[in-house]
């Protein structure tokens, strides 16, 4: 089993920056990817971005990209998401995710990540 913990969400103006941490615990070795998903209220939940663990090769949403940026920091098992010029359509609960393994035609939908965290609140403020 892995854990998940999410940090670092908030109320931010729009135009403004947040980043979200997620410390992985548990059997962390055998990690394939990590990621964010978002659910705002009323829609379903979607790919925000992800990383290959081990090559650190990343993959976003087309409207995250050039906004969002994933990293990792191995050592601390722990993924971030930097979330800058946002939005109030940016607004959501973000989840962190982890996947023991996958084919990478479906590493954007949900159902290929094993583990998710409680979630963090991202609120936009116009």
């Known amino acids: 089993q892995v854990q998940l913990v999410e940090s670092g969400g908030g109320l931010v103006q729009a135009g403004g920056s947040l980043r979200l941490s997620c410390a992985a615990s548990?059997?962390?070795?055998?990690?394939?990817?990590m990621g964010w998903f978002r659910q705002a209220p009323g829609k379903e939940r979607e790919f925000v971005a992800g990383?290959?663990?081990?090559?650190?090769?990343?993959y976003y949403a087309d409207s995250m990209e050039g906004r969002f940026t994933i990293s990792r920091d191995r050592a601390k098992n722990t993924v971030y998401l930097q979330m800058n010029s946002l939005k109030v359509e940016d607004t959501a609960v973000y989840y962190c995710?982890?996947?023991?393994?996958?084919?990478?035609?479906?590493?954007?939908?949900?159902?290929?990540?094993?583990?998710w965290g409680q979630g963090t609140q991202v609120t936009v403020s116009s």
């Open positions: 990383l290959n663990w081990r090559g650190g090769g990343t």
């Open positions: 548990g059997r962390t070795a055998a990690t394939y990817a």
């Open positions: 995710v982890a996947a023991k393994g996958f084919n990478d035609v479906v590493r954007m939908l949900s159902s290929a990540y094993d583990y």
